[in-house]
């Protein structure tokens, strides 16, 4: 059975557990709709991603 040779200190510890913490999610500004949309994911409000039309625009009804 693994057992520890040493305790671990409360820094190290800490250190370990930084990478738990939850962080917000980011947005950016869309350039075209100025809406705000996650980086790398399409804007299903326009339906563009990179410059480029990949879905056809959500209707508003």
Do not use: C, N, W
Not at 46 to 51: D, P, T
């Amino acid at each position: 059975m693994a057992v520890p040779k040493r305790k671990t200190s409360r820094m190290k510890r800490g250190f370990r557990r930084s990478a738990d913490a939850l962080k917000k999610p980011t947005y950016v500004e869309d350039k075209d709709s100025g809406e705000l949309r996650r980086p790398h994911h399409i804007d299903l409000k326009s339906g563009m991603y990179g410059g480029r039309q990949v879905l056809t625009p959500k209707s508003e009804a």
